[in-house]
């Protein structure tokens, strides 16, 4: 049973990582090119959630809510870099945190005038209810198995985008070099939109397959950013293989932590005990990695290439 | 300074309103209109507004200041003193949060301010904080989880309990154990807002328990539910009235179906009050009230029947005024402990589906006349 359990709980430490991974290679993508700290990144995760919900419940089918959340947050997220984020990439990042901190209460309450303060209704899809059997005899939901690998799928694909296409060679050349690729000739204010959109997107995806897991509420994005800056900390700011790297780290840490800590104290002291000083540590303990990996790597795991 | 004269003219245009009608009552109501807590505090206030509604002229020298805490303690104080010293209210209420009643009650009542509270009831201000202005119309934060221990005690023999790791939880965990026993399948003490719960969902399936025990409110509950619906895992889940209460049953959805909870009132409760409550709460929100609105409902009715005994301003006559709960509870039966809090029966609930709503009908009595753990903590002058 133990080893049921153990791996049972890996899995659950992949699932969380490449689901803070999709948060945290948008902002990490924006970070990178843009030079942009992004706090309202958590707010596209909740459209993303909230377009999905409601197309859900109005057509009765989740993957036309999934492909609507993916229309709304990238349209969002447009239209949020032409009329706001546009102004500040010149300024410094107090700007840059202050105006997004003003679109994170925009978006909320705004949210809230639309659909009300009482949580919404979004269920998992027909097709992948129900559990799977996993080695060592345990059983394991097939959704969480599909957030899985729709995050490795999206890694691949990023991947792909960014060192074999056009458009990746933009942005891989916005990163290094702003001014010289203006120069050259590349709309840099389109790419620099079309970017914004694709995080805001994968924003949206997470924050809708989430929300099947989860409840779809006004302020669920908050704390998946803190994480995913958690994240794009350790993994090293505007690296795409940092913020794989960091998720999965965070999520199996966090997962594991959260599982062990308990037991481990459970040997030296009383249960209720053990569940209160294990649970209160293994909540510190993705900030005590972090720390760790500042004081040992300020730059982060895999720092990005600074022209 | 626009600002600060334009706060003192609408400061004494309140005042000038005030003193145009007799001996009105001020009542300053804190509550969470926004975040994620707000679907609570929502329905507070409006229950407590259709209280005075419902209570046409005998209410209609009660005026409410409402305003929105965000569920943040250090905001709530703010407003506390704002409304204590520039609004000048006689009655405070609304908080829903124990960790901010804990900031705000101590301070107000020692200014001589009434506080009812309708809904948050943390043990230190039943037992050794207590206080002859607090009323607590609710309960006391463990009697929803004691019935809960109870229930279990009688029916199961191995019952996995978790609740997140804060005062509400380690209360409720206490609770629990102090009427169902010390020896649990498991004890999990999760993060404050945690919105994911596979790893303690793995644990809970490894446990061989027989039952399990969640105090998860607001939105944590409905991630806990949908989650453990899909997990597989199909241990049968008891909890206190809040994981399940009509504001987060429809986010739930059928994963909550047939689950056994605690609460002092449910809507299929057989009195003429709370008959009254449903139908025009119905008629007035179109959506049926959770009970942090029956709560809050109860609180108004409870200071309308105070009012027309005595004066607010005469203190010592209100407070007795009070004390008597001489009001329609839509509990059916009401009354104060010796420590300000509610003597009252809790029921066990089954969250049933009907006619496509999900909502709970109450199944059997936890107990009768119950009253808290902390009253003889309380020495009242």
């Given at each position: 049973m133990q080893t049921a359990l153990f791996i049972e709980q890996i899995l659950n430490g992949l699932q969380l990582g490449v689901m803070l991974f999709l948060m945290a290679a948008g902002l990490t993508l924006i970070f990178g090119v843009m030079g942009l700290i992004n706090l309202a990144h958590g707010s596209l995760y909740?459209?993303?959630?909230?377009?999905?919900?409601?197309?859900?419940?109005?057509?009765?089918?989740?993957?036309?809510?999934?492909?609507?959340?993916?229309?709304?947050?990238?349209?969002?997220?447009?239209?949020?870099?032409?009329?706001?984020?546009?102004?500040?990439?010149?300024?410094?990042?107090?700007?840059?945190?202050?105006?997004?901190?003003?679109?994170?209460?925009?978006?909320?309450?705004g949210t809230r005038w639309l659909f009300g303060s009482f949580p919404l209704y979004l269920d998992i899809p027909k097709l992948l209810q129900g559990t799977v059997p996993i080695p060592g005899?345990?059983?394991?939901?097939?959704?969480?198995?599909?957030?899985?690998?729709?995050g490795v799928a999206v890694a691949v694909g990023l991947f792909l985008l960014i060192s074999k296409t056009r458009l990746g060679m933009r942005i891989r050349a916005g990163e290094s070099d702003r001014e010289m690729i203006g120069a050259l000739g590349v709309d840099i204010r389109t790419l620099y939109t079309v970017v914004f959109a694709l995080g805001a997107a994968l924003a949206g995806l997470a924050g809708a397959m989430v929300g099947a897991l989860q409840s779809v509420q006004v302020g669920m994005g908050e704390p998946v950013l803190i994480l995913a800056f958690v994240v794009i900390v350790i993994g090293g700011i505007g690296s795409i293989k940092g913020a794989l790297v960091g998720a999965l780290l965070v999520g199996l840490v966090d997962t594991m932590g959260r599982f062990l800590l308990p037991q481990l104290f459970g040997m030296l002291m009383p249960p209720s005990q053990a569940g209160l000083v294990g649970g209160a540590l293994a909540s510190m303990l993705i900030y005590i990695v972090m720390a760790f990996v500042l004081a040992m790597r300020p730059q982060g795991l895999f720092p990005a290439a600074k022209g | 300074m626009k600002k600060l004269i334009a706060a003192s003219i609408a400061a004494l245009a309140m005042g000038v309103s005030g003193i145009a009608s007799a001996e009105p009552i001020k009542i300053g109501m804190i509550t969470t209109l926004s975040g994620g807590g707000a679907g609570l505090g929502i329905d507070a206030r409006d229950g407590f507004m259709l209280a005075l509604k419902n209570a046409g002229d005998a209410a209609a020298e009660i005026e409410v200041v409402t305003e929105d805490d965000g569920q943040k303690p250090e905001l709530a104080v703010q407003i506390a003193d704002k409304m204590i010293q520039s609004d000048q209210v006689d009655i405070l209420t609304g908080i829903i949060w124990s960790n901010l009643a804990m900031a705000v009650v101590p301070s107000a009542v020692a200014q001589g301010k009434f506080y009812l509270s309708v809904n948050a009831g943390p043990s230190p201000l039943a037992g050794a904080l207590c206080n002859e202005n607090y009323f607590n119309v609710a309960y006391q934060n463990d009697n929803f989880h004691e019935?809960?221990?109870?229930?279990?005690?009688?029916?199961?023999?191995?019952?996995?309990?978790?609740?997140?790791?804060?005062?509400?939880?380690?209360?409720?965990?206490?609770?629990?154990?102090?009427?169902?026993?010390?020896?649990?399948?498991?004890?999990?003490?999760?993060?404050?807002?945690?919105?994911?719960?596979?790893?303690?969902?793995?644990?809970?399936?490894?446990?061989?328990?027989?039952?399990?025990?969640?105090?998860?409110?607001?939105?944590?509950?409905?991630?806990?539910?949908?989650?453990?619906?899909?997990?597989?895992v199909d241990i049968p889940v008891i909890g206190p009235g809040f994981s399940f209460s009509?504001?987060?049953?429809?986010?739930?959805?059928?994963?909550?179906?047939?689950?056994?909870?605690?609460?002092?009132?449910?809507?299929?409760?057989?009195?003429?009050?709370?008959?009254?409550?449903?139908?025009?709460f119905q008629a007035e929100y179109n959506r049926l009230p959770s009970i942090y609105a029956a709560q809050a409902y109860d609180t108004a009715n409870l200071i309308v029947s105070a009012a027309g005994k005595a004066s607010v301003k005469d203190a010592e006559a209100f407070r007795a005024a009070l004390k008597e709960a001489d009001f329609d509870s839509v509990r059916g039966k009401f009354s104060f402990n010796t420590n300000n809090h509610p003597i009252q029966d809790i029921y066990v609930t089954e969250v049933v589906d009907e006619g496509g709503v999900l909502t709970n009908h109450i199944i059997a009595t936890a107990f009768t006349d119950h009253k808290d753990a902390y009253a003889e903590q309380c020495q009242m002058q």
């Open positions: 909740m459209v993303g959630a909230f377009a999905c919900a409601a197309v859900a419940a109005a057509t009765g089918s989740f993957w036309l809510g999934l492909a609507a959340s993916l229309a709304a947050a990238a349209a969002a997220g447009a239209i949020m870099e032409i009329l706001v984020i546009r102004r500040l990439y010149e300024r410094d990042h107090l700007d840059q945190v202050l105006a997004t901190f003003a679109l994170i209460l925009i978006f909320s309450e005899g345990s059983r394991y939901q097939l959704y969480r198995l599909a957030i899985i690998g729709v | 019935a809960m221990g109870q229930y279990a005690s009688e029916n199961y023999e191995k019952t996995f309990i978790m609740a997140p790791n804060y005062p509400a939880g380690t209360d409720a965990l206490t609770g629990f154990k102090r009427f169902y026993g010390d020896d649990v399948a498991g004890e999990i003490y999760t993060q404050v807002g945690q919105t994911d719960y596979a790893a303690e969902i793995a644990q809970i399936r490894a446990s061989g328990a027989d039952s399990l025990f969640i105090f998860l409110p607001g939105g944590m509950g409905i991630a806990f539910m949908k989650q453990y619906a899909q997990s597989g009509q504001d987060v049953l429809p986010a739930i959805g059928e994963a909550a179906l047939g689950v056994k909870n605690s609460s002092s009132w449910a809507k299929d409760l057989d009195n003429e009050a709370s008959k009254k409550f449903v139908e025009t």
